[in-house]
C-alpha cells in the first residue's frame, strides 16, 4: 500500500516537474518554430502549431541582411573574456573572504550585492561620459571592463560559498609544508573548488552573452553583439515576427548548446553545498 | 646611392599621394528597420560606385532604443553617430538646440524646394533646414469594398465621423469575428496618442490653449474620447486596449477588420497579396472630420539628420544628399517598382505619371497635404506639431495621458475619470517645467 502511495506521488512529481519544464522551454519552442513560418502564418489566428507551409526564406533574409559572425565573434569575446577576467579578481577575493574572515566581511559580501539592487540606467549617463572621454564606446575592451564589473558580486559570492565547504586545514596543512600564498591558491584551492569555478564561469559567460542593457547602450557598429543583433529585427511599421525569430534562434543557438553540453556541471556546481 | 635615395623618396611620395586618394571616410547611420529603410541598405552599391571614398556601417535598432540612443549620443556629443534617423517630433527640439548641422548648403540640384511643403515646414527652423526627409506619411481610412458593399453604403473620398461610426455599426458582426473598427489602443505618445490627438484636432480640442493651459476638461475633448470609447467597445476588436500599429495591421490583413484608420504607409502592406487576405478588396479615403475645417489625420516622416558635433559631416551630408535625392527615388522604381519606392517626400514623385497608377498615391499625397503641423487645430496653439506636441517634455506627458486613456478603453476607469487625471497630471508636469507661472 505505502509502496502504491509512493509509486502514485513520484508519477505526479514527475508530471509536475514535465508541466513546469515544458512552460519554461515553451517560449524557446515557439520562437523556434515561428523563426521556420511565414510573417503570415506568424501572425496567424488561432495561432499555427505544425501545421504551417516551413520555410527558411526568414534564415536566408536574416543572413543577407546582417553580418552575424561579426555580431557573434563580439559575443563570445565579451562574454568569455569578462568571466574571465572576473574570476581572476575574484578568486583571490572569495579566498580571503572565505579563509581569513574579518570582523566585516559579511558587511562587504553585504555592500558588493547591494550594488546589483540599483537599476543600471541609473549610472547610464555617467558611465557614458566616461566612456566617450576614455575612448572606450563601442569598443569590445570596454564591454569587457563593464560586465567584469557588473558580474563582479555574483562570482564572488558564488565562489565565497564554494570556498567555505573546503575545511581550512588542508590549507593549513599546505602552508605548515611551506607552500606560498600563491601556490596555495593555485595549487591547492583551485583544483578542489574546480566543480565550483566551472559552474561560475558558465553561469557567468551566459549572463554575459544575455546581457542587453549595457551592450545595446554602450556599442554602434563594431562591438555590437547579438543581443543588438535581435533588436535590429524589431520594427514600429510592418510584420517582424518571423525574421525576428530566426534572429533570435541563431544568437540563442550557440549558448543553448553549451548549456546543453555543460548541464550537469552547472546544476552540480549550483547546488553545490544546498545539502547540509 | 643618391638616385636610390630619390627613388625612395619618390616612391615614398607617391604612397602617401595614393593614401590620400583614397582615404576612406567611414560614416555611421543610425537607422530603424521598417521596410524603406532596409530597402536602401540594399540598394548601397550604387553609392558605393559614385562615392568609394565613404564606406557606410550601419547601426539598425528598435524605434524606441534607437529614439533613446540617438538621443543619448547627440546630448552626451558622444559622436558614435553621423547620420541619425530621426522623426519629426525630435528635429524642431534639437534644431532649435544646436544640436543638428543644418542642410541649407546642399547643392542646387538636390532642389530642396521640391520636398512636400507640408513636410519641408515640419523640419525647417527660422529658415534652415535641419534634417532630410527620408519618407513621409499621414494617415487615412483603410477599409474593406466589399464589406461597405454589402453594407449598403458608399464611402465618401472625405468622410465625417459620423459617416465612420455609420459604416462600422453596419459592417460588424461579431460572431464571424469581423469588426468594423480597428484603431490604436496601446498606451504611448507615439501610439494610442498620436491617433487620439489628431482625432482630437478635428474635434475643435488641443492639449493646450495659447497659455499653456493644459485642455483635457473641455467639451471637445470629451466629446473625442467618448466617441473613441463608444466606437471601440461596441464595434472593435476585443483586448483594443493592447493593439498598436503592427497589432491592427494583422488583424486588417487577415480580415477581421472593416476599417482601419492608421499611417498612410501600411496602404502598401494591406495591398500586398503575399501577406495580406483581402489585398484586392481595399479602398482609401481621407482621415474623417467633423465639419470643423481639421481632419483627423496626423503628419509623420522619417529623416536624415546630421549631429553637429559629427567630424565627418562632409562625408554624412554627401550621403543625406544621396539618400533622399530625386535620383534615389528612380532607383528604387527601376529595381524594384514604383509601389516601393519611399513615399510622401517629393513633389515631382506625385507628378511623375507613372506613380501615379500606384493605388495609394494620391490619397497619400493628399492626406499629407491635408496636414499642416504648424496650425494643426481649430482654435490658436502656441506649438507646433500634429499628432504631438514638439515640446521636450511631450514624450512623457504623451505616454502618461495614453496610459490614461487606454485604461479607459480596457474599461478600467471612466472616460470622466481618465480625462479627469490626464489634465491633472498634465497641469502638475506643466507646472513643474516652468510653462504655467
Known sequence: MARQVKTSRKIAFTVIAWGVGLAIFFPILWTFLT????EADAIADPPLFLNFHWTLENYTAVQERSDYFSHFMNSVIISVGSTLAGLVIAVPAAWAMAFVPGKRTKDVLMWMLSTKMLPPVGVLVPLYLLFRDAGLLDTRIGLVIVLTLINLPIIIWMLYTYFREIPGEILEAARMDGASLKAEILYVLTPMAVPGIASTLLLNIILAWNEAFWTLNLTAANAAPLTAFIASYSSPEGLFYAKLSAASTMAIAPILIMGWFSQKQLVRGLTFGAVK | MNMKLRALMGACALGALSTTAFAETTITVATVNNGDMIRMQGLMEDFNKKHPDIKVQWVTLEENVLRQRVTQDIATKGGQFDVMTIGTYEVPIWGQRGWLADLN????????????????????????????????????????????????????????WDFIKQAAEKMTDKSKEQYGICLRGKAGWGENMAFLTAMSNSYGARWFDEKWKPQFDTAAWKATLTDYLDMMNKFGPPGASANGFNENLALFQSGKCGMWIDATVAASFVTNPKDSKVADKVGFALAPDKGLGKRGNWLWAWNLGIPAGSKKVEAAKTFVEWATSKDYLSLVASKEGWANVPPGTRTSLYENPEYAKVPFAKMTLESINAADPTHPTVDPVPYVGVQFVAIPEFQ??????????????????????????????????????????
Open chain 1, 35 to 38: 523563426s521556420f513560418k511565414t
Open chain 2, 105 to 160: 548648403d546642399l547643392p542646387a540640384s538636390y532642389d530642396a524646394n521640391d520636398i512636400l511643403p507640408a513636410i519641408r515646414n515640419g523640419l525647417t527652423i527660422e529658415g534652415k533646414l535641419y534634417a532630410a526627409p527620408f519618407y513621409g506619411e499621414s494617415s487615412m481610412v483603410m477599409y474593406r469594398t466589399d464589406l461597405m458593399k454589402a453594407a449598403g453604403l458608399d464611402m465618401p473620398a472625405a468622410p465625417t
Open chain 2, 396 to 437: 512623457g506627458l504623451g505616454t502618461a495621458v495614453g496610459q490614461q486613456f487606454s485604461a479607459a478603453l480596457a474599461g478600467q476607469i471612466t472616460a470622466d475619470k481618465a480625462l479627469e487625471n490626464a489634465q491633472a497630471l498634465t497641469v502638475r508636469e506643466m507646472t513643474k517645467a516652468g510653462y504655467i507661472k
